[in-house]
Structures are given as structure tokens and as C-alpha cells.
């Protein structure tokens, strides 16, 4: 069997982490919307809370203070961004990898084509 390439592996698996989050994002809006209505399942209880803190601000320092360079630092960040090569590509097994539409059901898959 294949091995899957490191930078395909994450393209897929951070596609699947946005389409879950996405989903997550809906069930939290319905249930914001209406708390008492279907938070109860048969494995879980979905409680809403609302809490409050207090939060610094930075922005509502005086200008003066939010420009001048003691009260900065810089931070170095690094990031890996997967890019799509375009291109047909033979899956490494059938009906890999999984595609699945934003409702979570199993998109309709397209027979690849030999290449010519």
C-alpha cells in the first residue's frame, strides 16, 4: 500500500477539520437561538451558559501609549500552508479520499480517468 505524502495527508485532514467546525458552528447557532429546545440527546445534554468577564483592552490606552516601541515586542511565527496542485491524480485506494458535502453526507464521487 501507498503511503500518502505528509502535505496531502494535511490538506485532507484540515479540509475535514473545517467542514467539522463549520457543522460545530451550526448546532451551536440553533442552540443559541433556542436553549430549551432539542439540547437533550440520548448520550449528551447540551447546556448553554453565559458568563461574564472582564477583558484588557489595549485599544483604549492612549494613543501615545499604544505606539510607543517599550510596550512592543515582535514575535516570530511560522505557518505551513498546503497548495493545491492541479493535476489528475489516481487515489491511493478507491473511494479515497473521502469527500463529503457541507451536510456531512458522502459526496458523489467522479470515476478518474486513465491518463492518456
Known sequence: MSRQSPADELAEIRAEIARLKARAAQIEAALLRSPDQRNRGTWHLAEVTETHQSVFDPSLLPI???EDAR????DICHSVVVIPILRQVIPL???WPIRRNS???LAAVLPILPLH
Open 71 to 74: 510596550y512592543q515586542r515582535e
Open 64 to 66: 501615545a501609549v499604544q
Open 103 to 105: 451536510d456531512g453526507t
Open 93 to 95: 485506494r478507491s473511494g
